[in-house]
């Protein structure tokens, strides 16, 4: 029973010092970006890149359009069109950099939750 019980042991510590890698250190902002396309919402991210880019769009056409334009209700009407494209844009960044955060997040809460298995571990051993 002991040799089975230090086998166990063995490879729980093994199992630990990979965990330990991997969340040890921070990560650079490429591996955070990247992360997001990992996750089980990579399809909401996709659609958010998309969207970023038909808004992207629309706000170059909408400020050319603006330029081209000679009537003041066309301007106004433009103009309300760039900041409504801008402001999507916007929202969609600080969603990108809130999925960022709630991964950096959830990254600390499992170096934690290692910690206390590991404090855990000594205690019962």
């Known amino acids: 029973m002991n040799n089975i019980d230090a086998k166990i042991r063995r490879a729980l510590e093994a199992t630990d010092t990979d965990l330990a890698d991997e969340f040890d250190g921070d990560q650079s902002m490429m591996e955070m970006v ?3 396309f990992r996750g089980t919402q990579r399809w909401l991210t996709f ?3 998309f969207w970023g880019f038909v808004f992207m769009a629309g706000s170059v056409f909408g ?3 603006l330029f081209k334009t000679q009537e003041p209700r066309e301007h106004i009407l433009w103009a309300l069109g760039v900041v409504f494209c801008v402001s999507a844009i916007s929202m969609m960044k600080i969603w990108f950099w809130m999925q960022m955060n709630r991964n950096s997040i959830l990254r600390e809460i499992k170096r934690v939750e290692l910690q206390v298995a590991r404090l855990a571990g000594k205690l019962q051993g």
């Open 34 to 36: 990247l992360d997001i």
């Open 47 to 49: 659609l958010a890149i």
């Open 63 to 65: 400020i050319i359009q």
